[in-house]
């Protein structure tokens, strides 16, 4: 998995933070490696976490069925498929997926969690690339995602895709109360994390609390 728009937090002391403010990008890109960059570093406010304060998530899957695979550019972010996809049949599939439920079926379970989500969004597009070459985008947005969920909805989807299940198959699972084995989970190097929205920082520390006390963190 790849990320564009990761936030993270950490505590450093008030005259380390006064000291190294300036120049803390700088040295973190000599410390940290090359995949590795630190695009801005702010001060927070105290109620601030980086998870469990967060309204939603945005991530874009990408992969292709062009039988010449992705440009060599790309192929560290963009999955080659080797059948063709139906997207408009996958993207109707993914509109039934929308809304609170239950998605222990896509969900690797961690004990004492819920595998309950709101999913805001999940989209399926082919689209033509500024290199000439086409995708297809999965866009998906949630309050949060569990362990393996997006990655798990997009194999349910490839499935409808590829015309082996039909297009209510996905939200069918949705009954279930355990993951579902049948549902392929797809690789990896094609989910990146693009975006993460938070409330107003009067509005941080009950968000926190809310999340803590619901995702079992």
């Keep these: 998995m790849h990320a564009t728009g990761q936030v993270v937090h950490c505590d450093v002391p008030v005259e380390l933070w006064e000291q190294q403010q300036a120049k803390l990008v700088r040295r973190l890109r000599g410390v940290l490696p090359s995949d590795v960059a630190v695009r801005s570093v702010v001060e927070a406010h105290p109620d601030f976490d980086a998870r469990f304060s967060a309204l939603a998530r945005h991530y874009v899957y990408r992969l292709t069925d062009d039988p010449a695979g992705p ?24 509109g039934l997926l929308l809304g609170e439920n239950d998605f222990a079926a896509y969900c690797k379970r961690r004990e004492g969690a ?7 969004r999940l989209t399926v597009a082919r689209q ?17 995602f569990c362990h393996s969920m997006v990655r798990s909805l997009v194999g349910g989807l490839i499935a409808v895709g590829e015309g082996r299940r039909p297009v209510d198959w996905p939200a069918a699972l ?9 549902v392929p989970v797809a690789p990896a ?16 520390g009950a968000r926190t609390q809310v999340t803590r006390a619901r995702r079992g963190g």
Excluded: F, K, N
Aim: aromatic residues 2%; proline residues 7%.
């Design 174 to 182: 949705l009954s279930r109360a355990e993951r579902a084995s049948e």
């Design 71 to 94: 440009p060599p550019l790309r192929r560290s972010d963009t999955v080659a498929w080797p059948r063709r996809l139906d997207a408009a049949a996958m993207d109707l599939a993914a």
């Design 189 to 204: 190097h094609g989910l990146a994390l693009v975006a993460v929205d938070y409330p107003p920082d009067a509005e941080l």
């Design 114 to 120: 819920t595998t309950v989500r709101t999913l805001l």
């Design 128 to 144: 033509r690339e500024d290199d000439g070459s086409e995708i297809v985008r999965v866009d998906a947005s949630a309050d949060a």
